[in-house]
């Protein structure tokens, strides 16, 4: 057992459905215990472990759940690609791309489609920038609604592309806010802005916190918690 625990160690990776996939360690000396998931792109298999923890013994942990680790897997959604399929998931639906070499680059968005020019190579990257502009712009007025509804002053706005949270509120007032929610539905995407900002004022998911949540929220916090969890991973299908 020892030296088969040494030998993966030394490959940390797993085969799943005929593919080989990196296994992430990430130690964190607050953790308590072995943490499993899959990265929503499924590029890796990530494990948060205790301080005290071997690799060997994390590694032997993931190869122990391969059945869970393929399952997972198979949820990924498959990656699109905007540019060459023609349509762009923005707040909630597909808007068609209108793409001509000689228009301005500058995306142009009317009604449901979208008119962008430039070169056809970089055109994937244009339209992330875009989506990301978006985001800036919509987590503003969501941060400048939600803060003055709790008479707080309003939050400087950042954001993030992290592949775990959908967003983070820090000790100094800063709310970061991944861009990819800019695809979501709006009550979903606001729903994660007007859970950082009640962070502003609880630090704590106490019961003082779903209570400010509840006042600052319009909608149904549970069903767009469950719209994230059911297809939070498709956010990551376009873009790498």
């Given amino acids: 057992m020892i030296d088969w625990l040494r030998r993966e160690a030394l490959e940390p990776v797993i085969e799943l459905d005929g593919r080989a996939i990196p296994i992430a360690l990430r130690r964190n000396r607050r953790a308590k215990r072995l943490t499993l998931r899959m990265a929503p792109d499924g590029s890796e298999v990530r494990i948060t472990l205790p301080h005290w923890c071997r690799s060997a013994e994390a590694i032997a942990f993931a190869h122990a759940r391969q059945s869970w680790l393929a399952a997972q897997l198979a949820k990924v959604p498959p990656p699109r690609d905007p540019a060459r399929e023609g349509t762009l998931r923005y707040r909630g639906k597909d808007i068609a791309l209108a793409w001509r ?23 994937s990257k244009r339209l992330q920038r875009w989506l990301e502009s978006e985001a800036l712009r919509l987590f503003a007025q969501d941060a400048s609604d939600y803060c003055a509804r709790g008479e707080l002053a309003c939050a400087k706005v950042k954001l993030t592309r992290a592949r775990r949270r959908w967003g983070s509120c820090s000790s100094e007032g800063v709310l970061r806010l991944n861009w990819r929610l800019v695809q979501a539905p709006d009550t979903v995407r606001r729903s994660v802005v007007a859970h950082e900002v009640a962070h502003l004022v609880h630090f704590d998911h106490s019961p003082a916190f779903h209570a400010l949540l509840d006042r600052l929220y319009e909608d149904d916090i549970d069903q767009a918690n469950r719209w994230l969890s059911q297809h939070g991973r498709e956010l990551y299908a376009a873009f790498g």
């Fill in 101 to 123: 070499e000689d228009a301005p680059r500058r995306a142009v968005l009317d009604k449901e489609s979208l008119t962008i020019g430039g070169p056809q190579d970089t055109l």
